[in-house]
């Protein structure tokens, strides 16, 4: 099974570096633009059904990318619950930092999800679309979190090592390519942005 990969597109909270989790917010007018930007670029790819997280950002970005094509909505492509933090700037406060630079299986933010959780739903998404069918090729958009998560459940990586792939977060509307085969775990590509307007500065956004 293939499945492409995309982060939802700049919205105005991550310009605000204020984190979202289940909460939302709207795209930006960039955010837009380089959605229908990658519709283009998916013209000429083949894909048997659409997934998206339900939350809006998420399938804002999906509707704009596949216009005519129907998505299926599935909350166990939903971003991690950030709990009590949502809606917040929180560079600073130290449950956040130890979120990204010290994760381990059983920590949450305040009220939120733990990591544990998030994996076994994203498992069970994987798992449920293989056992459909193992030759079909899908296509999810998703969150910053939920990239890293399944960036590492493909790296064959326990949570305490997700430190080593989530420091720099995938651009939203760039395009990865994971395979399952059932058993095995394989990475084509990760952050393809051909497509997009060249950023002038790093991704600083989570």
Known sequence: MKIYITRHSLTAWNEEKRL?????????????EDALKLGEYMKTIHIDQVYSSPLLRAKSTARLIFKNENIIEDSRLKEMNFGDYEGEDLKKKHD??????QPQLSFSLPNGETYE??????????LEKYNENP?????ITIHGMLFTILHGIFLDLPVERLNEVNQEI???????LFEFDGKKHKIDFIGKDCFLTPLKEKISYK
């Open 20 to 32: 979202q989790g289940w909460k939302d917010s709207p795209l930006t007018k960039q955010g837009k």
């Open 96 to 101: 956040y930092f130890c979120l990204w630079h």
């Open 117 to 126: 959780e998030v994996v076994f739903r994203l498992n069970d998404f994987i």
């Open 135 to 139: 030759q079909q090729t899908i296509f």
């Open 170 to 176: 995938v651009r939203g509307c760039s395009l990865s």
